[in-house]
């Protein structure tokens, strides 16, 4: 008498499983697909399936204080924004307000 093997869980499943098991639509699934973050498979011509481990895989933490991974940490940091401390405001000049009859004309 042989010992029948367990039947592995599906790798693959459908667009709606996917979105399920995570919380989201079926179309947030699609934008990832088709921004190359998640690759999907067809079978047919329009039968679409998707790695759940693939799918898995795209969950990231989210950084927390104390561990060193902050803002500088992201991806999506914009190189040509300055970040500025509330106590270094406190240094800048402040600007004048206009005065004179110029102040109170229309645009």
Do not use: C, F, K, W
Not at 13 to 29: D, E, I
Not at 42 to 65: K, N, S
Not at 90 to 103: F, H, I, M, V, Y
Request: hydrophobic share 30%; proline share 12%.
């Amino acid at each position: 008498m042989s010992t029948a093997e367990p039947n592995p869980p599906p790798r693959h499943a459908s667009l709606a499983v996917g979105a399920r098991r995570h919380g989201v639509s079926t179309r947030t699934v699609r934008r990832l697909i088709a921004s190359g973050d998640l690759r999907g498979y067809r079978l047919g011509p329009r039968l679409i399936r998707v790695d759940l481990d693939e799918l898995d895989a795209l969950l990231r933490p989210i950084p927390t204080a104390g561990t060193g991974e902050g803002r500088a940490a992201s991806r999506h940091r914009n190189p040509d924004v300055i970040r500025v401390r509330p106590e270094d405001l406190e240094q800048l000049p402040r600007p004048t307000p206009p005065t004179g009859a110029d102040s109170h004309q229309a645009a």
